[in-house]
């Protein structure tokens, strides 16, 4: 991966998402296009793959699944990693990042491409897989704290001690515009949906994939009942502390959802849904059932909305959900 100057890409992007306004999610839209254009030698263009509602066992349009765990590091996230990496200066202490684990993966990932050391602080939640993954991808790798949030606050200090370069996991302008190009290549694979449903943590995902269609398919968040962060942000009117209790905490219980993403969620998705955990285990059971692919909790989360009925499309709506991560143990996947 070779370091390529576009920082005029983004600069006029800072401060606009703490705005929001449409003409600065206009703005926005065309700066994905234009990261889009920057990562695309360097992520994969993950298949969209078209399903019979019938192989779940509902009625309906088919189903349009987005497949970002088949993305490199494992999830979306290496969008948003590489963005970073390419639109910003890395000093010689190199990137650090704090993560549940995908976002940390994503990091090493594009650090190792690009040849720049990789500190990667998760806290104890973060699944083994994901632990193993930033380690097979050689990043210094630190366990501390018992959430997100406290690992965030150890890789600030790491930051400020050494002058790395922080790669935020959501609230971050480049990561936004990184993981939009999920919603640009969605749309270029099935134009025609009318809605699209992504699950939510920290917000850089839906904030996105919201910042691309602008209205042109209905955006719907996806939450764990157990970590409702956008949901009790949209309650109180800006981010506030939400509960860490889910099988998906490692990927969507970030404490809080950010400042620029929720000013951008806020205007720009439509609603957002909460399901349970056990919804979100069965939608990982219904996708290694169907399409034998191993999703992780917080990667089934938004097909769950669906089989679960807490989404209930129209009868003509064409739905697409983006399956966001597959960093996972092969447990439990054939359970009746």
């Given at each position: 991966m070779e370091s390529m100057a576009m920082n005029q890409a983004t600069e006029?992007?800072?401060?606009?998402?703490?705005?929001?306004?449409?003409?600065?999610?206009?703005?926005?839209r065309g700066r994905i296009q234009e990261v889009e254009r920057l990562i695309r030698p360097h992520i994969r263009r993950t298949p969209a793959v078209e399903v019979a509602a019938a192989?779940?066992?509902?009625?309906?349009?088919?189903?349009v699944l987005k497949l970002e765990?088949?993305?490199?590091?494992?999830?979306f996230k290496a969008r948003g990693a590489c963005a970073n990496l390419l639109l910003r200066e890395?000093?010689?202490?190199?990137?650090?990042?704090?993560?549940?684990?995908?976002?940390?993966?994503?990091?090493?990932?594009?650090?190792?491409?690009?040849?720049?050391?990789?500190?990667?602080?998760?806290?104890?939640?973060?699944?083994?897989?994901?632990?193993?993954?930033?380690?097979d991808y050689g990043a210094d790798l630190a366990i501390v704290g018992e959430n997100y949030g406290e690992a965030l606050a150890a890789?600030?200090?790491?930051?400020?001690?050494?002058?790395?370069?922080?790669?935020?996991?959501?609230?971050?302008?480049?990561?936004i515009l990184g993981q939009g190009s999920v919603g640009l290549e969605l749309e270029s694979q099935f134009p025609d949906r009318?809605?699209?449903?992504?699950?939510?943590?920290?917000g850089g995902l839906?904030?996105?994939?919201?910042?691309?269609?602008?209205?042109?398919a209905r955006v719907v968040g996806v939450e764990p009942e157990g970590a409702p962060t956008l949901t009790r942000a949209l309650e109180a009117g800006g981010p506030v502390d939400a509960p860490v209790q889910s099988i998906a905490a490692d990927s969507l219980a970030p404490t809080r959802v950010g400042e620029r993403t929720y000013a951008i969620a806020s205007r720009a998705v439509e609603r957002v849904v909460l399901v349970s955990d056990d919804d979100i285990r069965e939608a990982r059971r219904a996708l290694w059932r169907v399409l034998r692919v191993a999703a992780e909790p917080g990667g089934a989360a938004a097909l769950s909305a669906v089989l679960s009925g807490r989404y209930r499309p129209g009868p003509d709506e064409k739905i697409a959900v983006v399956v966001?991560?597959?960093?996972t143990v092969l447990t439990g996947l054939d359970e009746p």
């Open positions: 006029t992007t800072k401060g606009e998402t703490a705005r929001a306004g449409t003409s600065e999610l206009e703005r926005m192989d779940f066992g509902l009625a309906g349009e088919p189903i765990l088949l993305q490199h590091a494992g999830s890395v000093p010689s202490a190199g990137v650090v990042a704090a993560s549940g684990g995908n976002h940390g993966a994503a990091v090493a990932w594009a650090a190792r491409a690009r040849g720049v050391p990789a500190k990667i602080f998760v806290p104890k939640i973060s699944s083994p897989a994901k632990v193993q993954r930033i380690r890789s600030e200090i790491w930051a400020r001690d050494t002058g790395a370069l922080p790669v935020h996991a959501f609230d971050q302008d480049e990561t009318d809605t699209v449903l992504a699950g939510v943590g920290g839906i904030s996105g994939i919201a910042s691309w269609y602008l209205g042109r966001s991560g597959g960093n």
